[in-house]
């Protein structure tokens, strides 16, 4: 089966080199000159003229008003400045933050790896677009400098100015009751008379935007160079590579930390706001993200030196599987910092991890001897009632065991189960064996680290900000898919009683509003429970939108499984496969290309349904912006701005999720077929 | 008859594999935790659950129930002290996600004085729904969360009050520009539509006052003040109505220049006495608690405060005891003798406290209920002798 990925994947990359030669042969569209294109284009009748006016004044106003709210006195920005750290990480203390950064830079070496190892990058962005986005942005920026309402006017206090509405100033008492003073005394604003802010001329804003001007100016000038500097149509179809490109402009973005200081607030240790150079949280930032940079380029040209060379799939295997173990190994084991207590590790866990290994392996051994037949199947269903026993006696607490072996135990009996299906000569029965105990090594090694107490405060406590986002988005991720596409089949399956249940779970969950699902959870859950146990809120939010999500993805991987070719079925039948092998090999891999854009669609709406955690009481990336900053003495009701900066970081990760899906299914082909 | 007896050798591995996994565990739950009186093996065991591991803290609590609270914390070496999620002025996390504000600080000076670090503490953020439960579940040993003293929640929800650290109480906030000021009363508002947050006493309050005085009003609710708020400044509301402290906070920070907003009436229209709350039946813990609100308030007596206590150590009488001199009673109770020594110094006395975080909101100290009865306020702490 490797043998025909391989294939699979020297076919895609054969069919992407066809297309990129077909576009290279197919002739330029013939270019119109600006005045004719915006004719035909913008201006081809007198309804289509109007609603190109309309549509571009009201774009014009939304974005002169969104600079004024942006660029307003009364914005405070540096309310969210200084919560910078508090709206990513909210409380996990600043001495460990080590553990961020090595999780972040264990991330970034797979990302980076696995994008050196595709095969296709795709040709990158053409210079003449590259020239247009210099040009775009040249000109917002122009655009945006003559429509911003010019700069309050300030007095010597740096309190704004105001004047009444024939334009006499006003002054300000010290209650802050505004009053005029003139010869005559005091006299207040008449009855329905509204003060007007005092503004400075358009010509002095103008001026007062200087440095606005020259980066504009830049931009325009780097537009026109690579438009112009590079004469001939053909450079202006020339290519440069996305990856690249995209890892210069991060470098460029990372490295204005050490010439442009971006936050201008801090706190010193007494947590006074202060604005000194070297208290920045940017300063404090630029060494480990530079060092993250660079690991990521150098995790880039790694997989890109292996993707020509015989080790490029097993890298490929092994990347995709750590991806899959990363988000425990740095939850419980980087960020948590667990505390081992040596003893019972040596005493008990390692034993009895070993006992598993060996005795789970001596099992696995014999059960896949080809000889054993109905025998088999008689002692893994013995183990099968021995695990359920266990759990049955937990639950009324008839001896007692560690859950560990508890769980242990049902993997085996599992594994027991499935065993025939692995049944073969010596070197494959060895090679199941070994994959049990490496099995039971990594569960065992997870379930020893999350047992044990942490040193530090893990996300249930700290539970805060965005580093709790991720934390559902990815949980969300990992778990919901494997349950989606067990219900997609469930629900096409020939088997009434997976049918039905299946369908029933879909429809209820689907029935039900997710905010619903999410109070259930928060609420109703304990009394599900056996008695004693209680699950961490974010655990128990953990698994409702695993739950929701599942059931909506298995609709998704339905809708995949019901564009597969009946042909295809018959055909897997006709060949001898076994329903596993068929499901396996034939039909789930054609049923999820299909259904790519709705999964990541569905991903990128559990990333946003995330701000629902604030709903429920936990302290996630909404929360800290539209709560916990306003409700800080300083800044006391500085919601918008907090608001606006969240926007642009869920904006920012649900694009690049969005893009990446556009861009797998061009590599995948899918609605090309 | 061969391939019976490899059946039957394989029965016999499988069955002495689990009983070596069972006597494994019941061996390792012996060691593990004493106080399991192992009718729970669910909860008490290891668990290879990621929810059950954060609750790991909670149950070794919830097992020990009945036992002394007070030697629980002292052995745990920490105290859970739950807190408003948001209060400004009492409970909000700084920007690095530490909590800063009136109610936590009692719980740093609670830790200070149980434990003598004010830093062996952790704080449990709690939104209202959940402070009572996470008591009687022992998430929290001690509430320092913006709880009014009710005799219903004194009785019947099983919940004990410690004295009273903040007298506060509904008021209402007008424009001066509509004719209102700091004398108006609540009659004035006849016809004005009042605004405040949905589902709290406040709006009970409000709608009781008016019923009582016969005038019309129109209630309108949003779900959080910031919302409410907002409107006030907008025009959409002639009053807000909620607690007193909450609104010299938000006229403080948030009163546009070109308006003036006044608070009223002087005497609230409701009492909501906030103090420490504890579960039932812990004396010992909850003379503890008790105490360290009475020590700050003596110290503020005497004067002394987190700068100067280190001149009054040894002196003679009630504070000389109360900062661990001769006579002094706090080991009786189960503390180190200089356990409200340690309060004053890492914490402060209780206009420290009112210092750092509400006055900075524009809450008067002086002539306000919350001052010493001395200077004819409410706070009158029983003498330490």
Redesign the interface.
Known sequence: MVMGTERLDEATAELLANVAAEDAKRPDEPSLPFGEWVKKNLFSSIPNAFLTVFFSLLTLFAYRQILNFVFSEERRWEGVR?????LF????P?SQYHRIWITLGIVLVLSGMSMGLMKSIGRGFSIKRISMWFYSVGLSLVVGILLREPSVLKDADG??R?SFPDGSPIA?SE????LIRDDEGVSL?AEGE??LLLRESFGSAMSDRGWWWIIAVFALGIGSALWFGFGDMKRRTTFIPAIPLTFGFLGLFISSVWWYQWGHYG?DDA?ILISEPDRLVASTTRIPWTILWFVLVLAYVAGRALVRTERAGLTRVLIGFSALLTPFVT??VILRDPDLDWA?VW??DI??AL??MV?GG??MW?LTNPAIGE?GR??AT??MG?AVF?WVA??F?W???????????LLLALAALAAHNFAGDARQRLRSVWGWMGAMVI?HY??TM??T?ETVA?P???A??FVVTIYIAVFTMIFSFPLGVILALGRTSRMPLFRVMSTIYIEVVRGIPFITILFFFAVFVEFFL???????A???AGIAFTLFSAAYLAENIRGGLQAVRQGQYEASDALGLTTVQRTGFIILPQALRVSIPPLVGAVIATFKETSLLSIV?L?DFL??AN??I????EF??V?REGLLFICLIYWIGSYSMSKYSQRLEKQLGVGER | MN?KSK?SQ??A??FA??L???A?????????DTATT???????????????????A??DV?LTQGDDLLEQIQARGELNCGVS?????FA???????Y?GFDSDFCRATAAAILGDQDAL?I??L?A??RFTAVQ?GEVDVLHRNTTWTQSRDSDVGMDFGPTTYFDGQQLMAR?GDGFSSNSTVADIDGAVVCTNAGTTTEKNIAEAADLLGIEITLNTFE?F?IV?QNFIDGGCDIITTDGSGLV??K????P??Q?WAIFPGAPISKEPLGPTYGQNQSRFADAVNWTVFAMLIADEYGVNQSNVDDFVGADGELGRLLGGDGEVQSAMGLAPDAFYQVIKQVGNYSDLWAR?LA??GLQLEGSVNDLWTNGGLMYPPPAR
């Open positions: 200084v919560n910078l750290r508090g990480t909210f409380s996990y600043a309190l704004a105001w300000r209650t802050g009751l505004l604003l509204s003060p706190r947590g939850y419980f019972h005493s008990t034993p009895m006992a598993f005795g001596l099992i014999i025998r008689l002692i013995a183990l021995i266990n937990a639950f607490g001896y007692a065991m560690l859950q560990k072996a508890r769980i242990s135990f569960v997870l379930a999350i047992n107490a893990a249930d406590q700290f805060g900000g056996p008695e004693g146990m209680d699950l961490a974010l655990a128990s009481g302290t929360r800290v709560s916990n306003p409700g800080q003495t006391l009701g919601k | 391939n059946l394989l029965l591995l499988v594999f689990a070596l996994a069972t494994c565990g019941s061996s390792s739950d012996g060691e593990g192992g009718d729970d093996t669910a909860q008490a065991d290891d668990s290879s659950d990621a929810a059950d591991d954060a609750d790991d909670e149950d919830e999620t948001v209060s400004i002025g909000v996390a700084d920007s690095n996600g530490i800063q952790n449990v953020p939104t729904a959940e579940t001066v959080d910031d708020t906070g938000r403080a920070e948030q009163q220049a070109d003036e975080h900075p909101l």
